[in-house]
């Protein structure tokens, strides 16, 4: 498999190269946002905003590595990772919407939790432990609470546009649907077909990456903007310039 450089030798070297600037500049923010925020509550809107980006790092570093080697579908569900976390930050951005956003998450963990020793019961009713101690604790949780859903993070800030290529990156790539299985075949004029196992293109990767960094972005300026981070904003700004200024990839 031919290996992507990042010596911006075409239009995909180009697009990793600026991935990895933007990579740097933002664990460069959360040291400074870590910093900044010493001593918050662990609830905080500014203690969850430092979480995503610090989720946000390793994604950004996950999809480097992996257009590095032209894994195009792999890449882009850690891209679909990154407009979740866009989400997260952009909901977080204004007290009203924070409050209902870190809501959400708490009620989505103890929904999860519910939802999990429910199956149990349900369908592994023959697993070692407690089962009636398992009920009971059910049984006391509250049935109203709902998991989270990232349209409805989606519809809390200015990231809600973006929902779309989340939308289609769930169906190009994340899930197994008929699109991303179609990353398996080739077909030929005469409609027949074979299958398929070759390496990303270059125009695949570029597109990859130039979605995956309208996220990341976002996720740093948003951070910045919140714990007041006033270097890391600075320097993502540029990068986001630099971002405008590249040729555009194709589509999703």
């Given at each position: 498999?031919?290996?992507?450089?990042?010596?911006?030798?075409?239009?995909?070297?180009?697009?990793?190269?600026?991935?990895?600037?933007?990579?740097?500049?933002?664990?460069?923010?959360?040291?400074?946002?870590?910093?900044?925020?010493?001593g918050v509550t662990g609830w905080s809107a500014e203690?969850?905003?430092?979480?995503?980006?610090?989720?946000?790092?390793?994604?950004?570093?996950?999809?480097?590595?992996?257009?590095?080697?032209r894994l195009v579908v792999e890449s882009r569900t850690l891209a679909r990772s990154l407009l979740e976390n866009s989400f997260g930050v952009a909901a977080l951005q204004s007290p009203e919407s924070a409050q209902t956003y870190l809501q959400m998450l708490w009620d989505d963990s103890e929904e999860s939790r519910r939802r999990q020793g429910k199956f149990i019961l349900d369908k592994l009713s023959s697993s070692p432990g407690d089962v009636a101690k398992l009920r009971q604790a059910i049984d006391a949780m509250d049935r109203s609470l709902k998991t989270i859903s990232p349209k409805q993070v989606a519809e809390l800030g200015a990231m809600l546009p973006?929902?779309?290529?989340?939308?289609?990156?769930?169906?190009?790539?994340?899930?197994?649907?008929?699109?991303?299985?179609?990353?398996?075949?080739?077909?030929?004029?005469?409609?027949?077909?074979?299958?398929?196992?070759?390496?990303?293109?270059?125009?695949?990767?570029?597109?990859?990456?130039q979605y995956a960094l309208i996220a990341a972005l976002a996720v740093g300026v948003g951070v910045a903007?919140?714990?007041?981070?006033?270097?890391?904003?600075v320097r993502l700004m540029q990068l986001s310039e630099r971002w405008r200024a590249l040729p555009t990839a194709e589509s999703i």
């Open positions: 498999m031919e290996i992507i450089s990042m010596d911006g030798a075409n239009i995909a070297g180009h697009w990793l190269a600026l991935a990895g600037d933007v990579h740097t500049a933002m664990f460069l923010g959360a040291d400074e946002a870590q910093r900044l925020t010493d203690a969850v905003a430092v979480r995503l980006l610090l989720r946000s790092c390793r994604n950004l570093q996950g999809i480097i590595v992996l257009c590095e080697q973006q929902y779309l290529y989340y939308q289609r990156l769930s169906d190009d790539s994340a899930h197994a649907t008929a699109k991303s299985l179609h990353h398996h075949v080739t077909i030929a004029a005469d409609k027949s077909w074979t299958f398929r196992y070759v390496p990303g293109t270059d125009g695949e990767i570029a597109a990859t990456i903007d919140l714990v007041g981070a006033v270097e890391s904003k």
